[in-house]
């Protein structure tokens, strides 16, 4: 039974830096394809960042140059390093594969990124 996990959220001012993980369980991991995603208050869920298996990377346009995804197969943990943090990047931070699946397990709590003065 697959688990995600995330963690590594708070409250962060403008210009600021986060680092999200995501820890999956029960899983193989290693030969899924990845994904952030991302829910502000009243928007829908937008694909922020994705990785393959073997690694390569595509990010939405609003936060290339700044958010960086990366995994480590050998800890089934993905990886998202978020710099130069803007209000509008204030969301509910959830990982899952690519294309997102919705069997239970899949979609965690996520995990709660402010960025406020």
């Known amino acids: 039974q697959v688990q995600l996990v995330e963690s590594g959220g708070g409250l962060v001012q403008p210009g600021g830096s986060l680092r999200l993980s995501c820890t999956a369980s029960?899983?193989?991991?290693?030969?899924?394809?990845m994904g952030w995603y991302r829910q502000a208050p009243g928007k829908q869920r937008e694909l922020v960042a994705t990785i393959t298996s073997y690694g390569s990377t595509n990010y939405a346009d609003s936060v290339k140059g700044r958010f960086t995804i990366s995994r480590d197969n050998t800890k089934n943990t993905l990886y998202l390093q978020m710099n130069s943090l803007k209000p509008e990047d204030t969301a509910v931070y959830y990982c899952?594969?690519?294309?997102?699946?919705?069997?239970?397990?899949?979609w965690g709590q996520g995990t709660q990124v402010t960025v406020s003065s």
């Open positions: 029960g899983s193989i991991f290693r030969i899924w394809a």
């Open positions: 899952n594969t690519n294309p997102p699946r919705t069997s239970h397990g899949y």
